[in-house]
């Protein structure tokens, strides 16, 4: 007999289905849960690897723009200064102005274009440039990627400037000048004294000797390259009796006879003109100012050089003492080299010096506007006479006595030269009166490329440009 069931018979596939839809939540949760175990390490995977390489193309980025911000520094850095090399150049031509046979290297006066190649110069941010000019350019010549077509009365030059910034990046530049062809200080060729020339004693001119109004021989005086005198003005002595008593002799005639091609009687530009040029040294130009404060502008003899500075400027050389000039400008009211003092013009450097009075410069003493050299004192230049340029305003006089060898061109319009044994003076002189006394003068032709400031200089650029660098410079390549 079997027992009664504690269940109904209803109930048991009820309870049937409940377990199986547990089972069955359990399988899809555990397929779930395989499946999600299965997509996240994937997913994990392309997210870094997205991450990767949005981080590698940052970098990659970040670094191409350091590299272009570095090369755009460069690039405007060597177009910087190659574009200074150009303004050196400019500038440098204007202070040596190299003749239309020269060029310039650097600081220097260089007869071919080869040698006409500046040394490297930093500009302390890691670039340097170099430049080098050309001699005056002819029709047809390339400069700046024109044709140059000669213009009457103007120099044209090529001058190029190449930069490196870094040792890396190269710029070049390339320009065209043109500068005014000035008249030049010294019209004559040798010597030139507006009312009056004396040459005495056994003194040999080996130049021309000009004046408007009186030209005087003495002693023996030669005159070997004749003279040339404004109509109405006298040479003395007279061919003839006069000049057969003197001993004087012109073209290396003298007595009774006349050597009419060496005595000249101009027949235009009279009368002959010259006037203090309107732009000179002034006394705030001094380049060396320290004169007189420093050792470095002495070798000896120290405490007895004598300099006052500004507003007297005056300048005193005496027991041996020594100065050299190194700068471009100097300013003086008064300079006196006496007792073997020496006054030296350093290896290399160009001058002018400029000896004012009062009545240029009310804080000149009353007494300035002197040049004297004197007493076995000496004036010494390596450089010969186109480097060094004496002018002086009023009357002077500007003495020179016991100078040995002197080279120099002596611009004194307003005043009295007067050259006491000089031994031999190479150069030109301009002058009221000039007095020659003993020794020689000798022409020396760079003193004509000594022009006037301000009646010659640089125009504006005519042509620029900024161009590809060539292996080997040269003024076609750009």
Not at 104 to 110: D, L, P, R, T
Request: with cysteine; proline share 5%; hydrophobic share 35%.
């Amino acid at each position: 007999m079997s027992l009664p069931s504690n269940n109904p018979p209803h109930a048991r596939p009820a309870c049937t289905r409940a377990r199986a839809a547990t089972v069955v939540t359990r399988i899809i949760d555990t397929c779930r849960g395989n499946g999600d175990a299965g997509f996240v390490l994937p997913a994990a995977v392309i997210v870094l690897f997205v991450i990767t390489v949005l981080a590698g193309t940052a970098i990659a980025v970040a670094v191409q723009s350091s590299k272009s911000t570095t090369r755009d520094t460069n690039v405007k850095s060597g177009l910087e200064a190659a574009e200074a090399g150009l303004q050196v150049a400019a500038y440098r031509l204007n202070q040596l102005k190299p003749t239309s046979s020269q060029c310039i290297a650097g600081s220097e006066v260089k007869t071919s274009e080869s040698e006409c190649k500046s040394p490297s110069e930093a500009l302390g941010n890691g670039a340097t440039y170099q430049y080098w000019t050309s001699l005056p350019l002819s029709t047809g010549a390339k400069c700046a990627g024109q044709t140059v077509a000669v213009k009457s009365g103007i120099v044209q030059r090529c001058v190029t400037a190449e930069a490196t910034v870094n040792n890396i990046e190269s710029t070049r530049l390339q320009t065209r000048i043109e500068s005014a062809v000035g008249e030049s200080l010294f019209a004559v060729s040798g010597i030139l004294g507006l009312e009056e020339v004396k040459v005495s004693g056994s003194v040999k001119a080996t130049a021309v000797v000009a004046s408007n109004t009186k030209i005087k021989g003495e002693g023996s005086a030669a005159f070997e390259k004749g003279f040339e005198i404004c109509p109405g003005g006298e040479f003395k002595p007279a061919a003839g009796t006069e000049r057969n008593k003197s001993g004087v002799t012109v073209g290396g005639v003298g007595g009774m006879s006349s050597n009419p091609s060496f005595e000249i009687t101009r027949s235009s530009g009279c009368p002959i003109e010259a006037s203090l040029p309107a732009i000179h040294p002034t006394a705030i130009e001094n380049d060396d100012i320290r004169i007189g404060t420093t050792d470095e502008f002495f070798t000896e003899g120290k405490s007895a050089n004598k300099f006052t500075g500004s507003p007297k400027d005056e300048l005193t050389l005496s027991s041996n003492s020594k100065l050299t000039l190194a700068g471009a400008k100097y300013y003086f009211c008064n300079m006196l080299a006496e007792r073997n003092g020496e006054l030296k013009i350093a290896s290399g450097a160009k001058v002018e010096m400029f000896i004012d009075d009062n009545a240029g410069n009310k804080e000149c003493p009353t007494t300035s506007g002197k040049f004297t050299i004197e007493g076995n004192a000496h004036l010494e230049n390596p450089n010969g006479p186109g480097a060094l340029l004496i002018m002086m305003r009023g009357k002077g006089p500007l003495t020179v006595a016991n100078s040995g060898s002197l080279k120099a061109s002596i611009y004194a319009p307003e005043a009295e030269i007067i050259l006491s044994g000089a031994g031999t003076l190479t150069g030109a002189i301009v002058g009221k009166k000039v007095r020659l006394e003993a020794g020689a003068f000798i022409f020396g032709e760079e003193s004509q490329t000594l022009v006037a400031q301000g009646s010659s200089g640089f125009s504006s650029r005519q042509a620029w440009q900024q161009c590809v660098p060539a292996k080997e410079p040269a003024k076609e390549a750009c």
